[in-house]
């Protein structure tokens, strides 16, 4: 057999990226259970664990107390081997969580926004929630391997804010440049919708479906798309917009709710459509009307997603999903009209998280990119980042 | 280095798609020339040419006359080591085309069908327009590998056609099982649609663009897409459907071309549209007028679909692809005032041929999926299916 080169060491990656992900929250598995759930040979386990051993990405567990005879070796995943920070970027608020290699919430943390905040403003509370959010964790900026941000918005490749609706300070603006300041590790800026959709594919509704509409459905409207097991993003970082389909009636978000005539005068605003959909819940009728009305619109960039897409499941989320129970009858009724097969349709269970835990599923993601793909440049040890950080290189 | 077992095989069959996908349709090449292309070490790809040579999937080439010295070996694909037949069934017509194992077009036939017609009728005039295409290359039903259908309405993944609005025989029927009577080879059957997506990918002007939505637009009015480089089918096959969008006003077709007040009396059904085009290009005001209503209603599926999926390119195809000229120039003004990013926006230049060439193209994935994919039993030979077919296996 002649000598391989290159194409070995890109195996080994790919086997160890699969270990990895065996490992990562389960369960410490032995040799024999690893090589059965990933499919490697035993002696390609053995040798993938020894080298993630020696590196520190995994530990062997001792053995139970009161084991008889020499039970195997158990392995498990290093979770505290390094942490990572999400944060949700919006018009009216900041959320900041910190977690663990598996993606474990160890603390987090939210603070008010205006959306009309000079970016100054915004930016100085960015720091305070991530400020806020280290010490509820007992750790420091410098125990960050990556920071992933969601924010509302067209998000460039580069971490650039190219436009938002709703943070008029969000406009072309080099949104990971600035964060990259404030942050010595890797910053990475995504659509906070397309987030969300990761967050329910990893640990929400639609854990494990290959083909999930996302509907981001509260003060704002929005979809993200995953395909194919992946974080759909287009071309030019423009996918998922369908807000902008003058057909969907999107755009101005959910004036039927917020105008509805039962809305009480002096209301603040951003109450409005919690008043309508409450009401609604109750059977007044007015509520009911502006709710038909709402999901009328919901149903046609729904059904456009659908009859392209055909996906698994329909994820109801954003802050509306607390209404779910208000909005899913009338938006079911009105896809089965249309759709040529109804999929799945569901309420997140990760309401107003689904951000921020997108945005640690996404630096989850780009951590096993940088360490395990096939084209990473060698299987690096996790060194602590007090140290020497993976970074920076901020995108 | 402990052995790897099945993992360095699953590696070889990679290395071994590598090296044919580079080779196929391409000029033949030295053994360095290949590492270089396919970023393989030179000792895996003498291996590999090796491997493939020795069962025929790969033949040396004589060096040219009149070489100076010792010239390095080149290599080629042999494109006529076995063949595919691709077939478009539509609602008025059955195209059959004979291709090589590059996809090369060896001989091609057409005929027409009526959409009323009988099952039987139609079975029939697909076994002729076969023969005659198999007569036309000098070929006979059993020098196939395989045969890929395209055809209208919602193909199910067993090749059983669960519905066609223009074909009312096309309903609940295991055409798979059926061609697989046809045909000693493999049978795979697909929605028209999306196979002229893939022609356009593979050969048209959507060439290697990872995200493309083709508009298949003619008599029926249909989308195929492709994402990330693969065609797009969706978790229950029912992908693409954006026509049945009741604000799209897809469903019944180009109407608005059919119905024009210019269309005169008497003029075949089938020939209206084209009519109301070509008058359109001439600056007739009433054509005009129609083209406009007509963009209007094709503008509002393609927006929804770029505005999910913000494709690279669309490309407008099918039959009315001729007269692109016509409707490119609104469409492109109506989308521009919707999406967020404009695509590029392209005619076919296939035209007719769009779905007969994406069934060619469709059988060479599969083959290569069948042979060379990294869960496929083995590097089999490509035995000559006059003793050994690599079927029958019709799906």
Not at 153 to 177: T, Y
Not at 320 to 341: H, I, N, Q
Not at 350 to 368: F, K, N, Q, T
Not at 375 to 394: F, I, Q, Y
Request: net charge negative.
């Amino acid at each position: 057999m002649p000598p391989m080169g290159g194409d070995l060491s890109r195996l080994r990656q790919l086997n160890a990226l699969t270990v990895i992900k065996t490992l990562r929250g389960a369960e410490a598995a032995t040799l024999s259970a690893l090589a059965e759930r990933t499919g490697l040979s035993r002696p390609s386990t053995k040798e993938v664990i020894d080298e993630l051993s020696a590196m520190g990405w995994v530990e062997e567990v001792p053995p139970a107390s009161g084991t008889m005879g020499r039970p195997a070796r158990r392995y498990r995943f290093r979770a505290d081997g390094g942490h990572l920070m999400g944060l949700d970027i919006g018009a009216y608020h900041i959320r900041a969580a910190l977690a663990d290699l598996d993606g474990g919430v160890i603390a987090e943390t939210r603070r008010p926004a205006h959306p009309g905040a000079p970016l100054e403003d915004r930016l100085a509370a960015i720091e305070q929630a991530a400020a806020t959010c280290l010490a509820l964790g007992g750790l420091t900026i410098a125990d960050l391997w990556a920071v992933a941000v969601g924010t509302t918005g067209l998000v460039g490749p580069e971490g650039r804010v190219i436009m938002s609706a709703s943070i008029p300070a969000w406009r072309d603006l080099d949104l990971g440049g600035l964060l990259g300041e404030m942050f010595p590790c890797r910053v990475l800026v995504e659509n906070d919708s397309r987030l969300a959709a990761l967050a329910e594919t990893r640990r929400g509704v639609a854990r494990d479906a290959r083909d999930v509409v996302f509907l981001h459905i509260g003060r704002r409207m929005g979809t993200g798309l995953i395909i194919d097991g992946r974080l759909h993003r287009g071309f030019g970082a423009a996918a998922g917009e369908i807000v902008m389909l003058p057909e969907a009636g999107w755009r101005d978000g959910p004036v039927d709710l917020n105008d509805a005539a039962i809305v009480p005068d002096g209301l603040p605003p951003e109450d409005a459509a919690g008043f309508t959909l409450a009401a609604a819940r109750d059977g007044d009728p007015t509520a009911l009307d502006a709710v038909a009305r709402f999901t009328d619109k919901l149903a046609v960039g729904t059904a456009a997603a659908v009859l392209l897409l055909d996906p698994e499941i329909v994820v109801l989320g954003g802050g509306f999903s607390r209404s779910a129970d208000v909005l899913l009858p009338p938006l079911r009724s009105r896809l089965e009209r249309v759709c040529l097969r109804m999929p799945k349709l569901s309420a997140s269970t990760l309401g107003d998280e689904c951000v921020v835990l997108g945005a640690i599923d996404y630096a989850i993601e780009h951590l096993d990119q940088l360490f395990f793909a096939p084209d990473a440049p060698a299987l690096r040890p996790p060194v602590r980042p007090a140290t020497s950080p993976p970074g920076p290189d901020p995108t």
